[in-house]
Protein backbone atom coordinates (compact mmCIF):
# COMPACT_ATOMS: atom_id res chain seq x y z
CA UNK A 1 0.00 0.00 0.00
CA UNK A 2 1.72 3.37 -1.17
CA UNK A 3 2.45 5.41 1.88
CA UNK A 4 -0.23 8.36 1.46
CA UNK A 5 -2.61 6.21 1.35
CA UNK A 6 -2.21 6.02 5.52
CA UNK A 7 -2.74 9.71 4.93
CA UNK A 8 -5.87 9.77 3.11
CA UNK A 9 -7.34 7.04 5.47
CA UNK A 10 -6.43 9.71 8.18
CA UNK A 11 -8.67 12.45 5.88
CA UNK A 12 -11.25 10.48 5.55
CA UNK A 13 -11.94 9.91 9.54
CA UNK A 14 -12.00 13.63 9.54
CA UNK A 15 -8.00 15.06 10.12
CA UNK A 16 -6.46 17.10 8.80
CA UNK A 17 -2.74 15.90 7.67
CA UNK A 18 -0.19 18.63 6.05
CA UNK A 19 2.94 18.34 4.04
CA UNK A 20 4.37 14.71 5.25
CA UNK A 21 7.30 13.60 3.63
CA UNK A 22 6.49 10.90 1.22
CA UNK A 23 8.50 8.56 -1.64
CA UNK A 24 6.81 7.45 -4.43
CA UNK A 25 6.56 6.00 -7.34
CA UNK A 26 5.16 7.87 -10.72
CA UNK A 27 3.36 5.75 -13.46
CA UNK A 28 6.45 6.07 -15.30
CA UNK A 29 7.94 4.56 -12.83
CA UNK A 30 10.59 7.06 -11.38
CA UNK A 31 11.21 7.65 -7.84
CA UNK A 32 9.64 10.97 -6.55
CA UNK A 33 10.20 12.94 -2.97
CA UNK A 34 6.63 14.55 -1.98
CA UNK A 35 5.17 16.67 0.23
CA UNK A 36 1.84 15.04 0.77
CA UNK A 37 -0.94 17.17 2.27
CA UNK A 38 -4.54 15.45 3.25
CA UNK A 39 -8.21 17.26 4.30
CA UNK A 40 -11.96 15.54 4.72
CA UNK A 41 -14.43 17.21 2.54
CA UNK A 42 -17.84 17.75 3.99
CA UNK A 43 -21.17 19.10 3.45
CA UNK A 44 -23.96 20.28 5.68
CA UNK A 45 -27.25 18.81 6.03
CA UNK A 46 -29.94 19.26 8.54
CA UNK A 47 -26.74 21.22 10.68
CA UNK A 48 -24.51 18.25 10.91
CA UNK A 49 -21.98 17.52 8.58
CA UNK A 50 -21.49 14.46 6.49
CA UNK A 51 -17.91 13.77 5.15
CA UNK A 52 -18.40 13.06 1.48
CA UNK A 53 -14.74 12.30 0.81
CA UNK A 54 -11.24 13.96 1.01
CA UNK A 55 -8.82 15.97 -1.12
CA UNK A 56 -5.13 14.90 -1.52
CA UNK A 57 -2.49 17.23 -3.10
CA UNK A 58 0.99 16.05 -3.35
CA UNK A 59 3.97 18.64 -4.20
CA UNK A 60 6.85 17.22 -6.01
CA UNK A 61 10.11 17.70 -3.95
CA UNK A 62 12.80 15.78 -5.69
CA UNK A 63 14.59 18.50 -7.49
CA UNK A 64 14.71 20.27 -4.19
CA UNK A 65 15.95 17.68 -2.20
CA UNK A 66 18.20 16.81 -4.61
CA UNK A 67 20.01 19.70 -4.65
CA UNK A 68 19.96 20.06 -0.63
CA UNK A 69 21.94 16.73 -0.81
CA UNK A 70 24.25 18.34 -3.33
CA UNK A 71 25.09 21.38 -0.83
CA UNK A 72 25.48 18.71 2.25
CA UNK A 73 27.97 16.97 0.08
CA UNK A 74 29.35 20.04 -1.07
CA UNK A 75 29.27 21.43 2.94
CA UNK A 76 31.26 18.05 4.00
CA UNK A 77 33.94 17.94 1.73
CA UNK A 78 34.54 21.57 1.65
CA UNK A 79 34.89 21.50 5.35
CA UNK A 80 37.15 18.22 5.13
CA UNK A 81 39.19 19.66 2.50
CA UNK A 82 39.97 22.89 4.67
CA UNK A 83 40.81 21.37 8.48
CA UNK A 84 44.03 19.70 6.94
CA UNK A 85 45.29 22.93 5.86
CA UNK A 86 44.62 24.89 8.95
CA UNK A 87 45.57 22.21 11.29
CA UNK A 88 49.25 22.53 9.38
CA UNK A 89 49.06 26.00 9.72
CA UNK A 90 48.29 26.43 13.41
CA UNK A 91 50.34 23.38 14.43
CA UNK A 92 53.53 25.33 12.69
CA UNK A 93 52.23 28.85 14.07
CA UNK A 94 52.15 26.68 17.75
CA UNK A 95 55.62 25.47 17.78
CA UNK A 96 56.91 28.72 16.59
CA UNK A 97 55.46 30.77 19.08
CA UNK A 98 57.01 28.53 21.41
CA UNK A 99 60.92 29.05 19.73
CA UNK A 100 61.37 32.47 21.44
CA UNK A 101 61.13 31.24 24.85
CA UNK A 102 64.13 28.73 24.14
CA UNK A 103 66.38 31.28 21.56
CA UNK A 104 64.88 34.47 22.50
CA UNK A 105 64.80 35.05 18.62
CA UNK A 106 61.67 36.39 18.09
CA UNK A 107 61.25 40.43 17.88
CA UNK A 108 57.63 41.43 19.31
CA UNK A 109 55.89 42.11 16.30
CA UNK A 110 56.79 38.75 15.16
CA UNK A 111 55.43 36.99 18.39
CA UNK A 112 52.61 38.50 18.51
CA UNK A 113 52.15 37.86 14.56
CA UNK A 114 52.37 34.64 15.74
CA UNK A 115 49.96 34.95 18.41
CA UNK A 116 47.05 36.06 15.83
CA UNK A 117 47.82 33.60 13.29
CA UNK A 118 47.26 30.70 16.00
CA UNK A 119 43.96 32.29 17.50
CA UNK A 120 42.70 32.65 14.46
CA UNK A 121 43.20 29.17 12.69
CA UNK A 122 41.49 28.10 16.00
CA UNK A 123 38.98 30.17 15.70
CA UNK A 124 38.47 28.70 11.61
CA UNK A 125 39.04 25.02 13.16
CA UNK A 126 36.01 26.13 15.63
CA UNK A 127 34.13 27.50 11.96
CA UNK A 128 35.17 23.82 10.07
CA UNK A 129 34.35 21.52 12.95
CA UNK A 130 30.61 23.56 13.20
CA UNK A 131 30.09 23.21 9.39
CA UNK A 132 31.38 19.83 9.62
CA UNK A 133 28.69 18.72 12.49
CA UNK A 134 25.97 20.16 10.15
CA UNK A 135 26.86 18.38 7.54
CA UNK A 136 26.89 15.10 9.73
CA UNK A 137 23.43 16.14 11.16
CA UNK A 138 21.99 16.69 7.55
CA UNK A 139 22.73 13.66 6.36
CA UNK A 140 21.98 11.86 9.59
CA UNK A 141 25.63 10.77 10.54
CA UNK A 142 26.04 12.66 13.57
CA UNK A 143 26.71 8.99 15.80
CA UNK A 144 27.33 8.58 19.37
CA UNK A 145 30.82 7.12 20.27
CA UNK A 146 28.57 5.83 23.58
CA UNK A 147 30.68 4.54 26.41
CA UNK A 148 30.24 4.67 30.69
CA UNK A 149 32.27 7.76 32.33
CA UNK A 150 32.06 10.09 35.00
CA UNK A 151 29.99 12.79 34.53
CA UNK A 152 30.71 14.87 37.78
CA UNK A 153 34.53 14.26 36.80
CA UNK A 154 34.04 15.32 33.62
CA UNK A 155 31.69 18.73 34.99
CA UNK A 156 34.60 19.56 36.99
CA UNK A 157 37.17 19.59 34.18
CA UNK A 158 35.11 21.21 31.92
CA UNK A 159 34.45 23.84 34.29
CA UNK A 160 38.67 24.46 35.53
CA UNK A 161 39.78 24.60 31.77
CA UNK A 162 36.97 27.24 31.19
CA UNK A 163 37.62 29.27 34.21
CA UNK A 164 40.99 29.96 32.54
CA UNK A 165 38.98 31.41 29.66
CA UNK A 166 37.87 34.66 31.47
CA UNK A 167 39.09 36.99 34.31
CA UNK A 168 36.00 38.82 34.21
CA UNK A 169 33.42 36.05 35.30
CA UNK A 170 32.91 33.91 38.08
CA UNK A 171 32.16 30.78 37.33
CA UNK A 172 31.63 28.03 40.27
CA UNK A 173 30.07 24.61 40.20
CA UNK A 174 26.88 23.46 42.29
CA UNK A 175 26.31 20.19 42.46
CA UNK A 176 23.33 18.69 44.10
CA UNK A 177 22.38 15.13 45.33
CA UNK A 178 26.25 14.01 45.16
CA UNK A 179 29.23 14.24 47.44
CA UNK A 180 32.18 16.43 46.75
CA UNK A 181 33.71 13.93 44.80
CA UNK A 182 31.09 10.93 44.40
CA UNK A 183 31.31 9.37 41.06
CA UNK A 184 28.52 9.71 38.82
CA UNK A 185 28.60 6.60 35.95
CA UNK A 186 26.49 7.38 32.87
CA UNK A 187 26.66 6.13 29.44
CA UNK A 188 27.17 9.18 27.11
CA UNK A 189 29.22 10.58 24.84
CA UNK A 190 32.38 12.04 25.98
CA UNK A 191 33.73 13.96 23.44
CA UNK A 192 30.44 15.52 22.61
CA UNK A 193 28.93 16.32 26.17
CA UNK A 194 32.38 18.24 26.62
CA UNK A 195 31.26 20.21 23.75
CA UNK A 196 27.98 20.53 24.48
CA UNK A 197 28.62 21.95 27.87
CA UNK A 198 31.80 24.21 26.86
CA UNK A 199 29.04 25.52 24.31
CA UNK A 200 26.65 26.60 26.90
CA UNK A 201 29.37 28.17 29.48
CA UNK A 202 31.05 29.65 26.43
CA UNK A 203 27.79 31.50 25.42
CA UNK A 204 27.35 32.58 29.21
CA UNK A 205 30.62 34.12 29.08
CA UNK A 206 30.05 35.62 25.83
CA UNK A 207 26.29 37.24 26.31
CA UNK A 208 27.57 38.60 29.23
CA UNK A 209 29.94 41.22 28.23
CA UNK A 210 29.89 43.16 31.82
CA UNK A 211 31.09 40.16 33.49
CA UNK A 212 29.56 38.79 36.45
CA UNK A 213 28.85 35.51 38.55
CA UNK A 214 27.83 31.98 36.05
CA UNK A 215 26.54 29.60 37.45
CA UNK A 216 26.72 26.00 36.55
CA UNK A 217 24.87 23.06 37.84
CA UNK A 218 24.26 19.39 38.00
CA UNK A 219 21.64 17.73 40.16
CA UNK A 220 20.99 14.06 39.79
CA UNK A 221 17.31 12.44 40.25
CA UNK A 222 16.65 8.29 41.14
CA UNK A 223 13.81 7.70 38.12
CA UNK A 224 13.38 4.01 38.86
CA UNK A 225 15.10 0.09 39.33
CA UNK A 226 14.37 -2.08 36.66
CA UNK A 227 16.22 -6.06 36.53
CA UNK A 228 18.99 -4.22 34.54
CA UNK A 229 20.11 -1.75 37.23
CA UNK A 230 19.02 1.72 38.55
CA UNK A 231 17.98 4.15 36.06
CA UNK A 232 19.31 8.11 37.08
CA UNK A 233 19.16 11.24 35.59
CA UNK A 234 21.08 14.01 35.15
CA UNK A 235 19.82 18.00 35.06
CA UNK A 236 22.42 19.99 34.32
CA UNK A 237 22.31 23.87 34.18
CA UNK A 238 24.12 27.12 33.25
CA UNK A 239 23.17 30.31 34.40
CA UNK A 240 24.20 33.70 33.79
CA UNK A 241 23.18 37.53 34.33
CA UNK A 242 23.90 38.48 31.26
CA UNK A 243 22.08 40.21 27.71
CA UNK A 244 19.15 37.82 28.06
CA UNK A 245 17.03 36.58 24.93
CA UNK A 246 13.26 37.98 24.57
CA UNK A 247 10.55 35.43 25.01
CA UNK A 248 9.28 35.18 21.40
CA UNK A 249 13.37 34.34 20.35
CA UNK A 250 13.90 31.61 22.86
CA UNK A 251 13.15 28.43 21.19
CA UNK A 252 14.29 29.96 17.87
CA UNK A 253 18.10 30.40 19.27
CA UNK A 254 18.21 26.30 19.00
CA UNK A 255 17.31 26.57 14.70
CA UNK A 256 20.61 26.91 12.59
CA UNK A 257 21.87 29.95 12.30
CA UNK A 258 19.79 31.95 14.31
CA UNK A 259 21.06 34.91 16.52
CA UNK A 260 18.69 36.49 18.79
CA UNK A 261 18.65 40.23 17.30
CA UNK A 262 19.82 41.54 20.59
CA UNK A 263 23.03 40.31 20.05
CA UNK A 264 23.89 40.08 16.25
CA UNK A 265 23.37 43.67 16.37
CA UNK A 266 26.34 43.44 18.79
CA UNK A 267 29.76 43.43 17.97
CA UNK A 268 29.92 39.53 19.68
CA UNK A 269 30.37 37.45 16.39
CA UNK A 270 29.09 33.83 16.89
CA UNK A 271 27.88 31.74 13.56
CA UNK A 272 24.63 30.75 15.18
CA UNK A 273 25.45 26.89 14.61
CA UNK A 274 26.08 25.71 18.78
CA UNK A 275 22.79 25.71 20.72
CA UNK A 276 21.59 23.52 16.58
CA UNK A 277 24.23 21.23 16.97
CA UNK A 278 23.76 21.06 21.44
CA UNK A 279 20.25 20.09 20.71
CA UNK A 280 20.48 17.40 18.78
CA UNK A 281 23.34 15.95 20.59
CA UNK A 282 21.11 16.18 23.51
CA UNK A 283 18.20 14.66 21.69
CA UNK A 284 20.29 11.71 20.60
CA UNK A 285 21.15 10.65 24.41
CA UNK A 286 17.13 10.86 24.63
CA UNK A 287 17.29 14.22 26.49
CA UNK A 288 16.16 17.61 26.41
CA UNK A 289 17.58 21.36 25.80
CA UNK A 290 15.97 24.25 26.87
CA UNK A 291 16.40 27.56 28.28
CA UNK A 292 14.68 30.12 30.58
CA UNK A 293 15.33 34.11 30.21
CA UNK A 294 14.37 37.50 30.69
CA UNK A 295 16.06 40.16 28.60
CA UNK A 296 18.74 42.12 29.61
CA UNK A 297 18.31 40.00 33.23
CA UNK A 298 19.84 36.84 32.26
CA UNK A 299 19.60 33.66 31.15
CA UNK A 300 20.00 30.04 32.33
CA UNK A 301 20.12 26.74 29.82
CA UNK A 302 19.12 23.27 30.96
CA UNK A 303 19.92 19.87 29.69
CA UNK A 304 17.97 16.91 31.06
CA UNK A 305 20.57 14.06 30.17
CA UNK A 306 19.46 10.37 30.92
CA UNK A 307 22.12 8.57 32.32
CA UNK A 308 21.70 5.01 31.52
CA UNK A 309 20.42 3.36 28.52
CA UNK A 310 18.70 -0.18 29.55
CA UNK A 311 21.29 -2.11 27.92
CA UNK A 312 24.43 -1.14 29.29
CA UNK A 313 23.59 -0.41 32.73
CA UNK A 314 26.34 -2.92 33.76
CA UNK A 315 29.14 -1.91 31.59
CA UNK A 316 32.64 -0.33 33.28
CA UNK A 317 34.25 3.19 33.70
CA UNK A 318 36.40 4.43 31.35
CA UNK A 319 38.04 6.72 32.81
P1 LIG B 1 26.52 31.82 18.39
O1 LIG B 1 26.76 32.11 19.83
O2 LIG B 1 27.74 31.37 17.67
O3 LIG B 1 25.78 32.91 17.67
P2 LIG B 1 24.73 29.67 19.29
O4 LIG B 1 23.99 28.69 18.47
O5 LIG B 1 25.61 29.15 20.36
O6 LIG B 1 25.55 30.56 18.25
O7 LIG B 1 23.67 30.65 19.93
C1 LIG B 1 22.60 31.14 19.11
C2 LIG B 1 22.14 32.48 19.64
O8 LIG B 1 21.50 32.30 20.91
C3 LIG B 1 23.25 33.47 19.89
O9 LIG B 1 23.61 34.17 18.72
C4 LIG B 1 22.60 34.39 20.91
O10 LIG B 1 21.76 35.31 20.24
C5 LIG B 1 21.70 33.46 21.71
N1 LIG B 1 22.35 33.00 22.97
C6 LIG B 1 22.95 31.84 23.20
N2 LIG B 1 23.38 31.76 24.48
C7 LIG B 1 23.02 32.92 25.07
C8 LIG B 1 23.18 33.46 26.39
N3 LIG B 1 23.78 32.78 27.36
N4 LIG B 1 22.67 34.69 26.61
C9 LIG B 1 22.04 35.39 25.64
N5 LIG B 1 21.86 34.94 24.38
C10 LIG B 1 22.34 33.72 24.10
Redesign the pocket.
Same mark, same amino acid.
Given at each position: MPPWNFFLIQALSGEIVSSKEATIFTPNGQQAVVLVSCAPISIKHDKQRILTGAIILFQDITKAKDIEQQKNEFLSIASHELRTPITIIQGFADLLTQIPLKEGSFDELTQSALMHIVDQSEYLTRLIDAMLDIARIEQQQLSLNLATHDLHHLLIQVVDSQLMTTNQHQLHLVVEGLQAHEPLPGEFDKQRIVQVMS?LIN??I??SPNGGAIEVGLRVTHTGESLSGKYRDAWLWVK?H??? $?APNECSR $?FERF???R???NSSLS??? $????VTKEIINRHGGRVWVE *?RLHEG *?T?YVHLPLHSPHRVATELVD
Amino acid at each position: MPPWNFFLIQALSGEIVSSKEATIFTPNGQQAVVLVSCAPISIKHDKQRILTGAIILFQDITKAKDIEQQKNEFLSIASHELRTPITIIQGFADLLTQIPLKEGSFDELTQSALMHIVDQSEYLTRLIDAMLDIARIEQQQLSLNLATHDLHHLLIQVVDSQLMTTNQHQLHLVVEGLQAHEPLPGEFDKQRIVQVMSNLINNAIKYSPNGGAIEVGLRVTHTGESLSGKYRDAWLWVKDHGLG $IAPNECSR $IFERFYRARMTDNSSLSGFG $IGLYVTKEIINRHGGRVWVE *SRLHEG *STFYVHLPLHSPHRVATELVD
